[in-house]
């Protein structure tokens, strides 16, 4: 292993903004009697937290979905921003014929496309069987093949082993390499470890590789997860995050990350408010860093629309970004 290498570029691309709410490729596992569950994957042991934290963002943004068929559906967005270069996508999502479970069908097929610029994003996935689920994505920039990934998940009775390829080539002998496993121990924990192996010229040594050993524990309304990741044998991080969902209208967590190559650590806390009467959600989250980000969502039944509302706040820096959004459909 290299000393000091480079966090490796693992591929994990944001899917489109078009994707339908029936599609669940993330589940997390509750908390049962039952001692024997699928776990889920080990890259989602931090998801109950994640979903908490707001996703700010900057501008002015417009999302019209619409639904074709039971099958298709397309989609129309655009962002008007002074921070990143503004953009029209056009999206489109199919899902198959083939019911896994009352939320669920394969294949799906969803991407979308800036005529602007040429840019395509593409995702691909489908169960063959009820153990075996395969994804892939893609992504063009610039006129280039930026991004290639093929991921294959073998969902067991309590496991998840996961196998991703991630920008192969043969020519200069270069790509990434992730296998992850997820093991159910007992009905309230769950434990595994990943492994990252990545080789290209660009990296001293030409090879690196990053091993991560974590878990997950949850116990009624909580929920606690952690890794640790080794990067060399005087290099590691540490993240750490819990999740409380406190009523059927408010969920607080926090996140800890160390990184001892970076001399860097980070304490974050959120909070999530649904009120569903009101059809109201309002996420928000402050760090150590003096950072604050907020986000509103509110539906306006019976029309079809939900207004956005972004907020972000720097407070070192001085740097402060607005947002509003309109998703129709």
């Not at 997390?28 to 963002?57: A, L, Y």
């Not at 503004?86 to 991407?111: D, H, M, R, W």
């Not at 740097?319 to 509003?324: D, E, P």
Request: a neutral charge; hydrophobic letters at 35%.
């Amino acid at each position: 292993m290299a000393s000091a290498p480079p966090t490796p570029p693992l591929v994990t691309p944001a899917p489109p903004t078009n994707q339908p709410a029936d599609i669940d490729d993330n589940k997390v596992p509750q908390d049962s009697g039952d001692s024997g569950r699928n776990p889920g994957t080990f890259e989602d042991i931090h998801k109950k937290t994640r979903d908490v934290f707001p996703n700010p963002f900057e501008g002015a943004r417009l999302v019209v979905n619409k639904g074709l068929s039971n099958h298709f559906q397309i989609n129309h967005s655009l962002t008007l921003s002074s921070l990143q270069q503004s953009c029209y996508k056009f999206g489109a999502t199919y899902v198959g014929t083939k019911q896994i479970s009352p939320n669920e069908a394969f294949p799906v097929l969803l991407g979308d496309i800036e005529p602007s610029s040429g840019n395509v994003n593409a995702n691909i996935i489908h169960q063959f069987t009820d153990n075996i689920r395969t994804k892939f994505v893609t992504q063009i920039q610039n006129k280039k093949w930026a991004i290639s990934q093929l991921a294959n998940d073998i969902r067991g009775y309590n496991y998840t082993a996961t196998v991703t390829i991630g920008n192969p080539d043969l020519m200069t002998e270069s790509g990434v390499l992730v296998a992850h496993y997820l093991q159910n121990i007992t009905k309230n924990l769950d434990m595994g470890a990943e492994w990252i192996y990545q080789r290209s010229p660009n990296v001293p040594g030409g090879q690196m590789g990053v091993v991560s050993v974590g878990g997950r524990y949850v116990r009624g309304p909580w929920t606690f997860s952690g890794n640790l990741t080794l990067f060399s044998l005087s290099e590691s991080s540490i993240h750490g995050c819990f999740h409380r969902k406190l009523n059927e209208s408010l969920q607080i967590a926090g996140e800890i990350e160390s990184n001892q190559r970076t001399k860097e650590c980070t304490a974050t806390i959120g909070y999530q408010v649904d009120l569903p009467q009101a059809h109201l959600t309002f996420r928000g989250q402050i760090d150590s860093n003096y950072q604050v980000g907020a986000v509103f969502e509110k539906k306006l039944p019976p029309l079809p629309f939900t207004f956005q509302m972004s907020g972000w706040a720097n407070h070192v820096k001085q740097t402060f970004r607005f947002g509003l959004g309109l998703m129709i459909g």
